[in-house]
Every structure is written in C-alpha cells, then in structure tokens.
C-alpha cells in the first residue's frame, strides 16, 4: 500500500517534465543575452554565446603585409605583427586561399624571386628579399588562430556613458523609470481604496461596480487609445508623462481591483468587526489592519504593473513619444537601434539586457508574494 501511494503518476511526471521545460526556454535566451552582451563583435560573429568560456580556433580573414623594410646584412627585410592587440596563437597559416593552412607557424616559405616569409605563433612575420620591395604588392597571409576567452566592459560603456552614442540608452533608461514608478504606485493607490470600499464596505450598486470591474478586464485596451487620446489633447493634456501615467493607471486599474478586492474579502472579519466595536472609522481600519495585512496582494499587482509599464510601447507611443525624441523610452529605442545597428550585435545584446535587467530584479526581489497574490480569495 505505502510503495503504491508513493510512486507518483504520470501526470505528475508531464507537469514536471513541463515545469522544467518551460524554465529552459526562458533561462537560456536570458542568459545567452547575457553573455553576449559582454562579447566582442567578432566573437559574436563567429561563435555563439556558449562557446565564450572555451578557446576558438577559426580562420581570420586575408591580412597584407604592410612595414617599413630596413636593409640588414645585404638584404631588405619587412618584421611587424599581423595583429594588433589579440592573444591568438597561430596553429597554421598560409599566403593562398587555396592552401589557407599550407604552413606551420615558425617555417620559413620561399615564395618568389627570393622572397622569404616566416610567421611566429605570435603573428609576428619577417618577410626578406635581396632586392627592394620599392611600391610591389606585398604578400597576404592567411592564418588560422585560437583565441582565449575574452570578455569586455566596453559595450556597456558605449551604450550607457559614452556621449557619441546618439541613440541615448542612458537617457531612454531614465524615461522608462519616469514612466514606470509612477503608473505603478497611482493605480495600486487608486485600486486599494476601492477594494476595500466594494469588499467591506454596503452601499447601493455595489454588486453592479464589482460586475463592472470584471466586465472591464476582458476589453481589449486598444478600443481607448484612440478617443483616450483624443480627450487629452481636448482637455490640454496632449503627449506627455501625465498622459502616459494616466492612461497606465486607467487600463491597469480593473485588474488592481478585481485582485485586491478578493484578498481583502478573504481576511478575518472579526478583526474588522471589533476595530469597529472599539470605535475605528473605516479609514483607520484601512491604514492600520487592510493595508499591513494585504501586502501580498500590493506586491503581487505591483510585480505585474511594473512589468507591464516597462516592456510597453503601445502605450508609450501612443500618448508620449513625440517627434523630438526627448521623452523616448527603452522599448522604442531598441526598435531604432534594430534599424540603424542591425549589425552591431553586441550593441543589440547589451541595450537588450540593460532594459530586461531591472524587470528581472523587481520580479526575483518580490516573487514570493506572486503566487500568494494571485491565489487570494480562491480558498476560504
């Protein structure tokens, strides 16, 4: 009976197995952002972000000899350094594409006309002749080089300090906090005081508010954005941070409610009912017993309003962007930076983990109180 009760089903197995997977799909793009975003762009180019940790060995593209020659003992010799500040090491090399790696490093190859070249597992080379080069073409080399890990600060320098960075990431990281703290903390304000009003409160067409609230959670925010706007710019609003902050707080206010709502109705009663007894008035009561005790639901609605407010761009592009740019925000950004970098991978990676970095530190700071927000009033 005990080993029976004990073997789990398969149903507990596919949930598992789902859990797992689902954690995989969104750990690994994240933590290849990561990675790449402190890449350089030819490692980017070359090799995925899992293999940073391990030497590569890839074929560099043609380099030409180029130097001062020095006559040395009666012959004209060229010595210089085919890279400039990497720590490749050349496995093999050679001057034709055709036979890219015809040579060891350290042989020296007779090429024309008495022409010597040798290249060093450094990329140091010697190219010699009994004669002048004068204004000749001089050889090309191709080498085929491993490369140590290698992990660099200066994307987010350029992206966050540098000042010939137009696009302005830093700039755009503080509009998107401008934005997003206030039309977290509004709505949640807003939302907790109806909550508490609809869960403890009697008052006449209060059962028609709450099948408002609900009614409301299932229309399709872009139904308002277009006569939301129209009313702003009627009352002087126009596009602006107010517009935005009010426009987040009316579209995440039913959800507020409705959550806050159902865990306020959950809490003992009798602590209410003698706050009461013993003269509290309901403002009291909701400062010092509703609000202490529905932390959780706070967090949890803030988690998701926050998350909300910065990976949006409807919304800001709607009552806020306008044509100068001062008041663009992440999301925007990144879209431009697709347009005028789409090559600069690293430059991508690094404005893309920038936005994802704080959403990710509000979400692990205040997770547990998610599952326990959006659980509130399901038991009793």
Same mark, same amino acid.
């Given at each position: 009976m005990h080993a029976s009760s004990s073997k789990k089903s398969p149903l507990t197995w596919a949930v598992h197995i789902s859990v797992v997977a689902l954690v995989a799909l969104w750990l690994f793009p994240t933590v290849g952002l990561f990675v790449s975003s402190f890449r350089t762009a030819d490692q980017i180019a070359n090799t995925g972000w899992w293999m940073a940790l391990f030497t590569q060995e890839r074929q560099a593209p043609a380099i030409r000899i180029a130097g001062n020659e020095?006559?040395?003992?009666?012959?004209?010799?060229?010595?210089?350094?085919?890279?400039?500040?990497?720590?490749? &090491?050349?496995?093999?090399?050679?001057?034709?594409?055709?036979?890219?790696?015809?040579?060891?490093?350290?042989?020296?190859?007779?090429?024309?006309?008495?022409?010597?070249?040798?290249?060093?597992?450094?990329?140091?080379?010697?190219?010699?002749?009994?004669?002048?080069?004068?204004?000749?073409?001089? !050889?090309?080399?191709? &080498?085929?080089? &491993?490369?140590?890990?290698?992990?660099?600060?200066?994307?987010?320098?350029?992206?966050?300090?540098? !000042?010939?960075?137009?696009?302005?990431?830093?700039?755009?990281?503080?509009? &998107?906090?401008?934005?997003?703290?206030?039309?977290?903390?509004? !709505?949640?304000?807003?939302?907790?005081?109806?909550?508490?009003? *609809?869960?403890?409160?009697?008052?006449?067409?209060?059962?028609?508010?709450?099948?408002?609230?609900?009614?409301?959670?299932?229309?399709?925010?872009?139904?308002? *954005?277009? !006569?939301?706007?129209?009313?702003?710019?009627?009352?002087?609003?126009?596009?602006?941070?107010?517009?935005?902050?009010?426009?987040?707080?009316?579209?995440?206010?039913?959800?507020?409610?409705?959550l806050l709502r159902n865990y306020m109705v959950g809490l003992p009663r009798d602590i209410i009912e003698n706050a009461r007894v013993d003269g509290a008035t309901d403002f009291q009561i909701f400062v010092k017993i509703i609000l202490p005790l529905s932390f959780p639901a706070l967090a949890s609605f803030a988690i998701f309003q926050f998350l909300w407010t910065w990976n949006d761009l409807l919304v800001a592009l709607v009552f806020l962007i306008d044509a100068t740019g001062e008041t663009t925000v992440m999301t925007k950004q990144i879209v431009e930076l697709l347009g005028t970098r789409g090559g600069n991978w690293e430059i991508l990676a690094t404005s893309a983990f920038v936005s994802i970095a704080v959403p990710l530190a509000v979400f692990f700071a205040m997770q547990k109180y998610l599952v326990r927000g959006l659980l509130a009033g399901s038991v009793k």
């Open positions: 020095a006559e040395i003992d009666g012959e004209f010799v060229i010595e210089g350094s085919l890279f400039d500040t990497t720590d490749a &090491t050349i496995s093999r090399w050679g001057t034709s594409s055709r036979a890219p790696e015809a040579y060891e490093p350290g042989e020296v190859v007779d090429l024309r006309d008495g022409q010597m070249l040798s290249v060093a597992v450094d990329g140091a080379f010697r190219l010699s002749a009994p004669q002048s080069f004068g204004d000749g073409r001089l !050889p090309r080399v191709f &080498t085929t080089a &491993t490369t140590p890990p290698e992990f660099t600060l200066q994307n987010y320098r350029f992206v966050l300090f540098d !000042p010939s960075n137009r696009e302005g990431m830093a700039k755009a990281f503080f509009n &998107t906090l401008t934005v997003t703290i206030p039309a977290t903390v509004i !709505p949640i304000v807003i939302a907790a005081f109806a909550a508490y009003a *609809l869960a403890w409160m009697r008052f006449p067409g209060r059962s028609l508010l709450i099948a408002a609230v609900v009614g409301l959670l299932v229309v399709p925010l872009q139904l308002a *954005l277009i !006569p939301l706007l129209k009313l702003h710019n009627d009352i002087g609003i126009g596009k602006g941070y107010l517009g935005v902050w009010l426009a987040h707080t009316g579209f995440g206010l039913p959800l507020a409610i409705y």
